[in-house]
Structure formats: C-alpha cells, structure tokens
C-alpha cells in the first residue's frame, strides 16, 4: 500500500477497507475498539517527557481503564491492528507484533519470567490470535499464524500454522489466516 497514507489510516483500513480521512476517522471512534487504537497510536507518535507526550499519555490512561485494554505505547506494534472486541487484553510493553495482526477480546500477550523462554513474545505478520488466547515467554510466533480461542501457546510457532488447544497444538496449513484477516495493508 501507499506510503502516503498515515499508521492510524493503515489500522483503520482493516475495519473498512476504505481509506478514510481524519474527519471520517474521528466518526468511526465513536467504536470503543477503533478510538483506543487512534489514543495508542497519538500516544506513539510523541515523546514520553514532551508536553503532548504526557497529554496523550494520559488520556490513554483513562481509556486504558474505561475500556480494559492493558496495551502501552512503549509496545512496538506493526500498521494494520486491529482489536476484534474490546475488554480484558493485556499486552505486555516488550512484546512485538507484526503487521495485519487482529487481537480478540481476553487475550494476555505476556512475559515468562524464569526457565528456557524467558523473555517476551515476538509475534509476526498476519496473526490472528483467538478469544482468551494466552502467548507468554520469549518465543517466535510466524506469519501467517491463527492461535484459536482458549490456546495456551509458550512455545515457537512456524509460519503457516495453527495452533488449538491447552497445551496447544501446531497444525501446519498453508492458508492458517485466509477468511479472518481482512483488508490488509
């Protein structure tokens, strides 16, 4: 896609397919999931000890508890997010998430504090992750990826695969994401 278009464009492309101007953006934000992402994204756009940093920041804060997404602006996250539902997602700030990659709601993406994957996850490009889906520890997951509903995933994920279950369980497929990631950037 065009390199003309803004990273808050980019993600709000998924939801439509249309490339919306900022007064259309705006509309859209009425939809809890879409005006956290445009806070998330101000938020990135300055410096923690700026001025409008600390603005943008704090009212990401309030929206952070108003609508229950656990998501910093520290964490590095790719053009095309898209959040399916809002409520109950947890991000932790180290972990980093490819491009066209759709959260559901009670997801927790988080730190594994001590053992082989110690560390944080590394999500790749075109991942949809399920309803309550729990990725922890410093793994890989590939592109092309769909982590289904209640997964429990400490563990690397080749691309092109999916992964169902609690221990999850890797199924390789060529077409893991086809029909459930949307209008890609």
């Not at 952070?64 to 964490?75: A, N």
């Not at 594994?112 to 309550?132: C, D, S």
């Not at 893991?176 to 949307?182: L, V």
């Amino acid at each position: 896609m065009s390199e003309k278009h803004s990273l808050i464009q980019k993600d709000f492309y998924r939801e439509s397919g249309k490339w919306l101007s900022r007064f259309e953006i705006w509309a859209k934000c009425i939809n809890p999931n879409l005006h956290f992402i445009y806070l998330l994204r101000k938020t990135q756009e300055y410096k923690k000890r700026s001025l409008p940093g600390a603005f943008w920041r704090f009212v990401l804060r309030h929206h952070q508890i108003k609508y229950g997404f656990q998501i910093y602006p520290e964490t590095e996250i790719g053009e095309g997010f898209y959040l399916g539902h809002w409520g109950s997602l947890v991000i932790n700030p180290n972990a980093k998430i490819g491009i066209n990659c759709n959260i559901a709601q009670g997801v927790t993406i988080g730190q594994q504090n001590r053992g082989k994957n110690e560390g944080f996850p590394n999500i790749g490009n075109e991942v949809w992750i399920g309803p309550n889906a729990v990725i922890v520890g410093g793994i890989t997951i590939g592109d092309n990826v769909l982590i289904g509903p209640n997964s429990y995933v400490n563990f690397d994920v080749p691309p092109n695969s999916v992964v169902i279950g609690n221990p999850g369980k890797i199924y390789s497929t060529e077409n893991a994401t086809d029909g459930y990631i949307n209008n890609k950037v």
